[in-house]
């Protein structure tokens, strides 16, 4: 199980965003993603492996963790960063995703 | 660039059955795994299960088993989904995602279909 927090997060574009995911139990080899979504679209791949960017994604994302904890880091939030992010567990089946973290403008 | 393209949207009964397919459009599955994952209104991702095409095996999320079958044609580039026994609470966008590998290295769902509703109403 994944749980992620804060459920929602208030803030300013230019400030830095932290979204946290916890597992219940250790994620095998680290197999950790990062997805955004923005509404009626379909997730966006941003990190695997923990802290490896996708292509294409910007240097203010970043991740870092391992083992049950792990952290999304947006530098300083653009304003088309604000989105759902949620983070997925690959390293055993079933694959499970977190509840999401909502980043929005405050 | 590949992509994923799915069918369109789906009203089905309760009780019934719904086939989703995707099809990968500039270039192929290759040794890829294509995953589907269902997003209910407002809510969160879930994973429903997953194929190799080139191997025609799947894999399934225990809580659908028995409810959903995956296939894939290597030959024509689609797979499907195919989810039976509907009920209200199956009212989902339905995703196909891609899950790729070079060496090492392991992709989760870097490419993800369009979607398609799929809405259970009597």
């Known amino acids: 199980v994944l749980t992620q927090s804060p459920d929602t997060l208030p803030l300013s574009p230019g400030e830095r965003a932290t979204l946290s995911c916890r597992a219940s139990r250790s994620v095998g080899d680290n197999f950790l993603a990062w997805y955004q979504q923005k509404p009626g679209q379909a997730p966006r791949l941003l990190i695997y492996g923990a802290s490896s960017r996708a292509a294409g994604i910007p240097d203010r994302f970043s991740g870092s963790g391992s083992g049950t904890d792990f952290t999304l880091t947006i530098s300083r939030l653009e304003p088309e960063d604000f989105a759902v992010f949620y983070c997925l567990q690959y390293g055993s089946s079933p694959f499970t995703f977190g509840p999401g973290t909502k980043v929005e403008i405050e | 660039q590949v992509q994923l393209v799915q069918s369109g949207a789906e009203v089905k009964k309760p009780g019934s059955s719904v086939e989703v397919s995707c099809k990968a459009s500039r270039g192929t599955f290759g040794n890829s795994t294509i995953n589907w994952v269902r997003q209910a209104p407002g809510q969160g991702l879930e994973w429903l299960g997953g194929i190799i095409p080139i191997l025609d095996i799947a894999n399934y999320a225990q809580k659908f088993q028995g409810r959903v079958t995956i296939t894939a044609d290597k030959s024509t580039n689609v797979a499907y989904m195919e989810l039976s026994s509907l009920r209200s609470e199956d009212t989902a966008i339905y995703f196909c995602?891609?899950?790729?590998?070079?060496?090492?290295?392991?992709?989760?769902?870097?490419?993800w279909g369009q979607g398609t509703m799929v809405t259970v109403s009597s």
């Open positions: 995602a891609r899950y790729s590998a070079v060496g090492r290295k392991h992709f989760p769902f870097d490419i």
